[in-house]
């Protein structure tokens, strides 16, 4: 049994910055897979970036060079260090847990925190 717990979001101007912290509660010896996924009202949630038990990572394309997944293991945290902003990243954004029942296989996340909400205004 996991509980995730954003927080970090908030309202900022493009450009700025932001950086998102997820506390997990509980044991995570089945999760082998974090992530950041976010989704605005309409529209599809999305997957904005992953992390692996062996600190492996994946990004959509639309925030590579600008976010920054990372996990501090011993304070079982998850972070989403995200820079220069843009409006389209304007969405609630939830962090997750799952697992891969192999290295080469998409993860499923089973684990969701309570989002956290993230406005960027031009």
């Known amino acids: 049994q996991v509980q995730l717990v954003e927080s970090g979001g908030g309202s900022v101007q493009a450009g700025g910055s932001l950086r998102l912290s997820c506390a997990v509660f509980g044991s995570t010896d089945s999760s082998n897979c974090m992530g950041w996924f976010r989704q605005a009202p309409g529209k599809e949630r999305e997957a904005v970036a992953t992390?692996?038990?062996?600190?492996?990572?994946t990004y959509t394309d639309s925030v590579k060079g600008r976010f920054t997944i990372s996990q501090d293991n011993a304070k079982n945290t998850l972070y989403l260090q995200m820079n220069s902003l843009k409006p389209e990243d304007t969405a609630m954004y939830y962090c997750?847990?799952?697992?891969?029942?192999?290295?080469?296989?998409?993860?499923?996340?089973?684990?969701w925190g309570q989002g956290t909400q993230v406005t960027v205004s031009s």
């Open positions: 997750a847990a799952g697992r891969s029942p192999y290295r080469a296989i998409k993860c499923s996340y089973n684990y």
């Open positions: 992390i692996r038990s062996d600190d492996s990572t």
